[in-house]
């Protein structure tokens, strides 16, 4: 099935790795016209290749971080500026902590907190009046199922994740009156950059990526 998003926008957080950067070439893919950011440059420039040819002026790379309030006005006012708005947000960026209760400090916790929350409230904040103004505006959540089957190994990652949850709940309850439909998608494991980090930071001896995986699914009772 081919959805067309001939003339639409989407603004997608944290497109320039895994599940956001899937997401920006399926979007491209049906004809919308698609808005990332991320922190790191040179990550942005190769998602741009990746995305390449095809995308042409309909992609827009844009360096900024969801935690800073002003980077999200700023991109927010370049989106409007090149494609005069937008229809959809895909609040996508952040990831995940591995701790348990006994080793998570205090600033651990804030951080956890502070990335699930305002990782999603800035830049909604700054994208909302473009979306109020759009014809069938959406705004989609990525979100763990750890929301709802919180790991012991991820306890703040967890919380903030049911927190975030609750957060988008009551955005989708608000914004309803305006048309806006609020998701959240509670993902479970994805092969992504986040991954191939941990992996590489776990470091298991003579195991390969796709063993090393295939054991941490195990833990998790997936059995395929
Ligand atoms: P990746 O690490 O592959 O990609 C994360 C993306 O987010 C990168 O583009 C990264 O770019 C960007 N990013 C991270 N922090 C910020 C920030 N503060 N401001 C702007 N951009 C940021 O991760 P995934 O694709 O796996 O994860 C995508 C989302 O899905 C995350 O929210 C993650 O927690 C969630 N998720 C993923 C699961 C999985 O199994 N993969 C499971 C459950 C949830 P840069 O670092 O350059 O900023």
């Known amino acids: 099935m081919q959805v067309d998003l001939l003339g639409k926008t989407t603004v997608i957080t944290g497109g320039s790795s895994g599940i956001g950067l899937a997401a920006a070439k399926l979007f491209l893919s049906c004809g919308a016209q698609v808005a990332i950011c991320g922190r790191n440059e040179e990550r942005l420039q190769s998602a741009g290749d990746i995305l390449g040819?095809?995308?042409?002026?309909?992609?827009?790379?844009?360096?900024?971080d969801v935690l800073d309030a002003a980077d999200m006005k700023i991109f927010a006012t370049c989106v409007k500026n090149r494609?005069?708005?937008t229809d959809m947000l895909v609040n996508n960026a952040g990831q995940g902590r591995?701790?348990?209760?006994?080793?998570?400090?205090?600033?651990?916790?804030?951080?956890?907190?502070?990335?699930?929350?305002?990782?999603?409230?800035?830049?909604?904040?700054?994208?909302?009046p473009m979306l109020e103004h759009a014809s069938a505006p959406s705004i989609v959540c990525m979100n763990s199922l750890l929301a709802v089957q919180p790991e012991p190994h991820m306890v703040?990652?967890?919380?903030?994740?049911?927190?975030?949850?609750?957060?988008?709940?009551?955005?989708?309850?608000?914004?309803?009156?305006?048309?806006?439909?609020?998701?959240?998608?509670?993902?479970?494991?994805?092969?992504?950059?986040?991954?191939?980090?941990r992996y590489e930071e776990a470091n298991p001896s003579g195991q390969s990526f796709e063993e090393w995986i295939r054991e941490v699914a195990r833990t998790k009772n997936i059995t395929l």
């Open 83 to 85: 494609f005069g708005g």
């Open 98 to 128: 591995v701790s348990t209760f006994a080793d998570t400090s205090d600033d651990a916790w804030h951080e956890e907190f502070t990335l699930k929350h305002f990782g999603v409230i800035y830049p909604t904040r700054a994208f909302l």
């Open 156 to 197: 703040a990652t967890s919380s903030a994740r049911a927190g975030l949850l609750n957060l988008v709940h009551s955005l989708a309850k608000e914004l309803a009156p305006k048309g806006i439909r609020v998701n959240s998608i509670l993902l479970g494991l994805v092969e992504s950059g986040q991954w191939r980090r």
């Open 53 to 64: 040819e095809p995308a042409g002026d309909r992609l827009l790379l844009h360096q900024a």
